[in-house]
């Protein structure tokens, strides 16, 4: 779950329900997400990663992600992010935070909430594209060489803090450009090349480790940056993420954005896109707004 609960349901201490403009919100407060301590993965997070973390959480209201997936429904958001010392060992550090739960129902069995983010793994000068893989694959040496043999790619670690081994993969470009009517050729002259060769060279080496993939791009309007996630059908992703259908879903995207959103409408964050199979196209499932706490 995006955000580790350490509570009880049942536990009034611990949590409670409020009415917010005739809306049921369920709170779950000063709950425990990350920390340097060792976890279930046998891994400890770095303190520099979780200030980064925090700093990014700063006066925002993070989306409360199922599973850390983007395709899945947003159940709510966290806030009042913040890292504390853990009482018991001065170099000992806890990320916190209040976690509110707006729609839908949490998962029977839920044992907790946490966060996911991405650090570097493998820096390359003047990347082309980005590729970041989720534990335990970037602990495997060999696999992580043999990505590195394109030189042209920037790879990183997808870490992701959940009871469950992720198989999903992310990758994109490194260029981002405005959705204005010269885009269309510049990414079809300079971007999809390096998508088809993405596809042909590292893609079969991720799914020979039973990974699937998603792609992100970002893309400017109305001097905003707003990131496009592209979910294709699982087992189908040469097809669903080749440059044609991609291209198609960009197109989508500067369609709807010049006629529903200008400078002046609520900040948009990220556009996800879902390969619908009986339509043959990518189509819009969902807007994330940037909300301020």
Request: with cysteine; charged share 25%; proline share 5%.
């Amino acid at each position: 779950m995006g955000a580790n609960r350490s509570f009880k349901k049942g536990n009034l201490a611990a949590w409670f329900i409020s009415e917010h403009y005739a809306m049921q919100e369920l709170h779950f407060l000063n709950q425990k997400i990350a920390g340097t301590s060792l976890d279930s993965q046998g891994e400890r997070l770095a303190l520099d990663d979780l200030k980064a973390y925090v700093n990014y959480c700063k006066g925002k209201r993070v989306p409360l992600h199922q599973k850390h997936s983007i395709g899945e429904p947003i159940l709510g958001y966290i806030e009042n992010v913040r890292l504390i010392p853990n009482d018991s060992n001065v170099d000992s550090w806890s990320v916190v935070g209040d976690v509110v739960v707006t729609q839908g129902a949490l998962p029977d069995g839920l044992k907790g909430f946490s966060i996911s983010f991405t650090a570097p793994l493998v820096e390359v000068k003047d990347p082309e594209s980005l590729l970041y893989i989720p534990y335990p694959h970037y602990n495997d040496a060999q696999f992580v060489a043999d990505l590195s043999s394109d030189s042209s790619m920037k790879i990183g670690k997808w870490v992701k803090k959940s009871a469950e081994v992720s198989e999903l993969a992310i990758f994109g470009l490194t260029v981002s450009f405005w959705l204005r009517p010269i885009w269309d050729d510049l990414y079809k002259n300079e971007l999809s090349p390096r998508i088809r060769r993405f596809i042909t060279e590292a893609w079969p080496k991720l799914r020979s480790k039973g990974l699937t993939l998603e792609h992100v791009q970002i893309v400017i309007h109305s001097g905003r940056e707003i990131e496009l996630r592209f979910i294709p059908e699982r087992g189908k992703e040469d097809s669903c993420l080749c440059p044609e259908q991609i291209q198609a879903g960009i197109r989508l995207v500067a369609k709807y954005l010049d006629e529903s959103h200008s400078q002046e409408s609520p900040v948009i964050e990220r556009i996800v896109m879902r390969y619908e199979t009986s339509l043959r196209c990518y189509e819009i499932v969902r807007v994330e707004h940037q909300v301020n706490a």
